[in-house]
């Protein structure tokens, strides 16, 4: 059974880095063709793709958040963890990771998400 | 970067069948996937590959995609399918590999 959890800060001031960990269980982070992306969604707003890490460390970024954000994955500890520099109030929603499935173009597991609030 | 459009709302009576659009360019070449997310909770896929039902998706939900359009349709809506969906097309050859629509919020009257 694939099951991901999101865990990290849930209140990070402006100008702070956010550290969010995705915990994976029921599959490897380097089992060939597999994925994990991250994805966030403002309150009462549209899901936003992040990031994503391939088995292979091959990585992807959106374009508009590329130079804040670094996306790797701790193979023994089968974790995906995503950081993001210089936080701002904008930068409040809840932030999923999904498992991507081999040779998949879409998200078919997403952890429970984790809302993260920025303010001073 | 690939942009898909969706209406905001679309309303329907139960028993009625909704249909929600997610508008890009071309996409019909392009598989579509299709997410439910109730309040409070984490997206669902519910079509994939543009009509294919993952195990546990009740048969009243379907998908088709074609020209510029694609579309999500819930037969025989329930209160129980009132929710947002959204849509999703991956590009691999993309700066953007994953694009999500923006959202349509399906009320059951």
């Known amino acids: 059974q694939i099951t991901l959890k999101e865990s990290g800060p849930t209140l990070v001031k402006p100008t702070q880095t956010l550290t969010l960990t995705c915990s994976l269980s029921g599959f490897s982070v380097s089992t060939s063709g597999v994925g994990v992306g991250w994805i966030r969604q403002p309150p009462g707003k549209a899901l936003e793709w992040l990031a994503l890490i391939y088995w292979d460390d091959d990585k992807r970024y959106s374009p508009s958040l590329k130079s804040r954000l670094t996306i790797t994955k701790d193979t023994y500890r089968n974790q995906v963890v995503l950081t993001m520099t210089n936080m701002d109030p904008v930068d409040t929603a809840t932030y999923y990771c999904?498992?991507?499935?081999?040779?998949?173009?879409?998200?078919?597991?997403w952890g429970q998400g984790t809302l993260v609030t920025v303010s001073s | 970067s690939y942009v898909l459009t969706q209406p905001p709302s679309v309303s329907v009576a139960p028993g009625e069948t909704a249909r929600i659009t997610c508008v890009g360019d071309n996409i019909g070449i392009k598989s579509v996937h299709w997410y439910q997310q109730k309040p409070g909770q984490a997206p669902v896929l519910v079509i994939c590959y543009d009509t294919d039902r993952p195990s546990g998706i009740p048969e009243r939900f379907s998908g088709s995609n074609s020209g510029n359009t694609a579309t999500l349709t819930i037969s025989r809506v329930e209160a129980g399918d009132e929710a947002d969906y959204s849509c999703?097309?991956?590009?691999?050859?993309?700066?953007?590999?994953?694009?999500f629509g923006g959202g349509t919020k399906l009320t059951v009257l």
């Open positions: 999904a498992h991507r499935p081999l040779d998949g173009y879409l998200f078919d597991y």
């Open positions: 999703q097309v991956w590009d691999s050859n993309s700066d953007h590999p994953v694009v």
